[in-house]
């Protein structure tokens, strides 16, 4: 649609509060050549009001659905993002998540230097009021480094896992459908394309601490099951199969 070269999405689901704040986070970045498309699953208009009277003239809004399942989102909002937009890096947002103002620039210059499919960054952790309660842990051995084939998803799954919405992908090398990954294993969509986008391509992740991952109830990263840790595993294969 539009020519600028990264397209931010930002899912969003009944979270107006958090979702003014991720927006505001991506219109202070650095880097300025951003579009931002919002996908709406709500099961109200309170988001598509905000965004009418806050960002109207800032964002492209889009209605992806009311109360879809995650899993279901996903699959919509990425065959719809492939069809309709022609960016040259794309990154999947969460409306509870933000952005330091460096975290876009940064991606794309090591997009620009690295023969990589995606960057992701060093992540902080926040509480439901923003404030700061820890960082990710990660091997500084793999940072700032292209990682690929199979030791790069043994890196991105079990050493320094990446965190799928600080992710800053090369759009036309983001592998695996959603669709094709919800017909093989029925789990995480993000996870799994992540993992055949590193094997194939390769990606960096990053040592800034430029995202701020929020904790929250009712998180699969809050609650971490033997459930959860199944659907990584047939990611996992269903990537590498």
Not at 166 to 172: A, F
């Amino acid at each position: 649609m539009n020519s600028s070269k990264v397209l931010v999405v930002i899912t969003t689901y009944n979270r107006i509060y958090y979702l003014e704040q991720a927006i505001q986070s991506v219109l202070s970045q650095s880097y300025k050549d951003i579009e931002i498309l919002i996908s709406d699953n709500s099961t109200n208009e309170d988001s598509r009001e905000m965004i009418e009277k806050n960002f109207k003239d800032k964002v492209l809004y889009h209605r992806s659905g009311y109360g879809l399942s995650p899993l279901d989102h996903g699959m919509y909002i990425e065959k719809f993002v492939q069809k309709e937009f022609n960016h040259e890096f794309l990154t999947f947002f969460h409306d509870d998540d933000l952005m330091a103002t460096s975290h876009i620039e940064t991606a794309v210059q090591l997009l620009n230097k690295n023969s990589v499919a995606a960057v992701s960054a060093s992540s902080i952790t926040i509480d439901i009021d923003g404030a700061i309660i820890g960082k990710k842990s990660y091997l500084k051995m793999f940072l700032d480094k292209r990682i690929f084939g199979y030791w790069g998803v043994l890196s991105v799954c079990w050493l320094n896992p990446m965190i799928c919405p600080s992710i800053v992908y090369r759009k036309n090398q983001r592998n695996l459908s959603a669709e094709d990954f919800s017909e093989t294993s029925l789990g995480y969509h993000d996870y799994s394309s992540n993992i055949f986008t590193i094997y194939k391509y390769g990606a960096i992740i990053s040592s800034k601490e430029t995202f701020y991952y929020r904790e929250h109830d009712g998180q699969d990263s809050a609650s971490f099951s033997n459930e959860h840790f199944e659907l990584h595993i047939k990611a996992r294969n269903a990537a590498l199969q």
